[in-house]
């Protein structure tokens, strides 16, 4: 399950890993802290390059309030799916309309109420009947952006030891091998090989284990589409 893994934690487990000083302070040797900054990453990256955009790990949960009148809303990243959540706690699917044409522009007299389907026009999520309130919108998407900043902005490298890094406990110890290879590599130690391969070894079981999440919960989700959750894969 995805949570919010400290940069720092990540930092210290990597730092013991490769006998470098624990973090103190940002004024105590800065240098290495911006090494080690910089092969988490890395790691991060090696890890992402080889994961499908599909699968759980690529996934971001963004929630947003819609405005009366207003129709479309930005999105960045690939939506998986959409949920309206009710101030009772009731959570409605709201689904992906096929029979709209999202390049259309909508009437000005189009009925406004309680959002029921949306579409995608370049980026922005389109929702149909136009809201007529404020409503909440939760958003899952597919992206590669999973270094949360302390300012609250998603991004794609680790660059401060305040970051969070969106993930599983499993999908942060991928990272730490990783990322302890490529030190170990760069410092020409022999260990770089050995942390490669229980890297590679926890990527593998890794993707395994996420893939058969996801794929369950395609099938509970969606209901629909080429898996069921009793019989499996469909053609």
């Known amino acids: 399950m995805a949570s919010l893994i400290n940069v720092l934690d990540l930092y210290n487990d990597i730092a013991t890993k490769t006998g470098f000083p624990l973090y103190s302070s940002p004024t105590d040797t800065p240098d290495i802290t911006r090494f080690l900054l910089e092969m988490i990453s890395q790691g991060l990256h090696n890890v992402i390059e080889n994961l499908y955009m599909n699968t759980n790990t690529l996934e971001r949960t963004d929630t947003f309030n819609t405005k009366e009148g207003q129709q479309e809303y930005s999105v960045e990243g690939i939506v998986r799916f959409v949920e309206l959540l009710k101030p009772n706690g009731e959570v409605k699917r709201i689904p ?46 597919s992206s590669d952006d999973l270094v949360l900043s302390n300012d609250d902005t998603y991004k794609k490298s680790v660059t401060n030891i305040d970051d969070q890094i969106i993930g599983s406990v499993d999908f942060a110890n991928v990272i730490v091998l990783r990322a302890t290879a490529l030190i170990f590599i760069r410092c020409n130690n022999i260990l770089s090989e050995t942390y490669a391969q229980l890297a590679n070894s926890a990527l593998k079981s890794y993707i395994e284990k996420d893939y058969g999440s996801n794929e369950a919960q395609r099938g509970f989700r969606r209901q629909a589409g080429h898996y069921n959750p009793r019989r499996g894969l469909l053609g």
């Open 96 to 141: 992906y309309n096929d029979y709209v044409n999202p390049l259309q522009t909508t009437p000005v007299h189009n009925p406004k109420g309680e959002p029921n389907c949306y579409t995608i026009k370049n980026g922005y999520m389109k929702l149909y009947p136009v809201p007529d309130k404020e409503y909440k919108i939760k958003v899952v998407l």
